[in-house]
């Protein structure tokens, strides 16, 4: 449009952000000084809805173990030896269920730091224009359930979670064979709110599978990986900024959301460079992401565009 | 020896066993005449331990069936939309650690048809030469577990049990990936004994995982197959010929056991030929049944030619 950029811009491409971002931190720090900037935007979040915008305020994060059980040193006829031994795969289930009850997780000390969903953050989502019954059936879930006491909205923004990512144990195949593993695996994944460290809910986690493992077998805990979540102050110029590139891409004005995924470098950006990061992604909740046959609309690639080329002009005066 | 059998002998090769043997039943149904027999002899069981050989006069009926929780219509990311539906995984885990408690099985009216052991049976059980950390350090186990009240031969032999053979669901590759699964699988089988019946615990089984499911998730159980557990009376002359057989060909008279597999074809020849069967395998407990490498011994392979030609004179007597 006017031939130069009114700010300057550096660009950050992350390719390793589903494995955990491992090599991003370490460069982050060592580049601290080429990368010194204002103000951050990261395109990794979603439209409230369909032609509704949002900025994303918080992001949850994350504590990734698998958790492994051993019995016997080979698979054995579960005839011959049921019964007589305990089976890995039972007790992995049993392990597992005692994780969570009620819609809540069961792990000495996890809600410990979690700080409270604030008033005017209940009541501008109650606001919001989200049928429950239109969700379920985008996913083609059958109920909500979760966390007794709040929103199907607020158990996926703010409240933490414990999900099965994976299992696997004997056999798997067609039809029936009459196995007792000696093996059993479950991933085992969290979602942590402000102000649970990933690190701390890790060590409670490990801890706690540890103390429920019975005698009978062996339990290894493995960390993958882990990142914090965030919260990122709604007020400041940057805010308003973000606001208006928005408001002038979609013709109407934001809503302010969180979000159930996590994006870890938000954590470290904050941490290394001393910046908040504008959360402006235009994805939408049905897109399928993790999913296949992922997607993105192409007419949100042009508001993308418009919002972006606003935002640097907002952001210069 | 002699040039010709002091008796009639009809064989009968069976390749099916291993899944259900749904082709044998129909077969010796119609060929009733045809198979018309006194004894049975069948070669699918073991020695006691190595050179003491057994007869067997129980084995275990069995109850398979597939337990499938279903969730979202696909894998979902578990950080979008983790904490508001239900985890077909965690919920998978939860009704698995519902069907047994400390060692029993949980389900109502498992126990109710079963017949105790007889005080003879603990009695010789217990005299058996069988070292019970010699028996773990072979299958690589850290202790022995199951039904308390119990010794760990008379859970393996006269006791029913519950395992789980398989569990399927979402990520189950190397390292992490955040899906919150739409489906989750588990193999789930019963071992039973006299007098249990096969039809009548997996409709208690599915009953019963149908009533503990949530409605927050649709569940099917499959029923794989199943087989009845059978008691052999240890009385009559065709075994007084098997144990006169096993003596000569080992050079010490056999133990009587039970077996915790299960051979269904027995039952079928019990009610349709009127038969019963003298269970005189060769095997060993550590010769890796179900498992890669299996082996058997050229020596017990001589014994058991040994034997045969032995019992086929002793019957004739």
Avoid at 67 to 80: A, E, K, M, Q, W
Avoid at 121 to 132: G, I, T
Wanted: net charge negative.
């Amino acid at each position: 449009v006017r031939g130069e950029l009114p700010v300057n811009v550096k660009v950050l491409i992350e390719g390793e952000e589903e494995i955990g971002s491992p090599n991003l931190k370490p460069f982050v720090t060592e580049n601290r000084k080429r990368l010194a900037c204002d103000t951050i935007v990261i395109a990794d979040s979603s439209q409230f809805q369909a032609d509704v915008p949002a900025i994303t305020y918080g992001l949850k994060g994350l504590s990734y173990l698998e958790l492994i059980v051993r019995g016997p040193s080979v698979d054995l006829h579960s005839g011959s030896f049921g019964g007589s031994i305990a089976n890995p795969a039972n007790v992995l289930a049993e392990m597992i269920a005692a994780c969570t009850k009620g819609g809540r997780v069961a792990i000495p000390g996890f809600y410990d730091d979690v700080k409270p969903l604030e008033a005017w953050e209940r009541e501008e989502w109650a606001k919001l224009d989200f049928s429950e019954q239109a969700y379920l059936d985008g996913i083609g879930a059958r109920a909500a359930f979760g966390e007794p006491g709040y929103t199907t909205l607020e158990r996926r923004w703010g409240r933490p979670t414990l999900d099965v990512n994976g299992l696997y144990s004997g056999f798997t195949g067609q039809g029936a064979k009459t196995v007792l593993p000696a093996e059993a695996r479950a991933k085992l994944s969290m979602r942590l709110v402000p102000d649970q460290s990933s690190r701390k809910i890790t060590e409670l986690a490990t801890r706690y599978l540890r103390s429920i493992a019975p005698a009978t077998v062996s339990v290894e805990v493995l960390d993958h990986h882990g990142g914090e979540p965030v919260l990122v102050s709604r007020e400041g110029k940057a805010m308003a900024a973000a606001a208006n590139a928005l408001e002038a891409a979609f013709g109407r004005a934001p809503v302010f959301i969180r979000e159930g995924g996590s994006i870890p470098v938000v954590h470290t950006f904050k941490a290394e460079l001393r910046a908040d990061s504008l959360l402006l992604g235009l994805g939408l909740p049905d897109d399928g992401a993790h999913s296949p046959n992922e997607r993105f609309r192409i007419r949100d690639f042009h508001r993308g565009a418009h919002m972006m080329a606003t935002l640097l002009d907002e952001l210069a005066r």
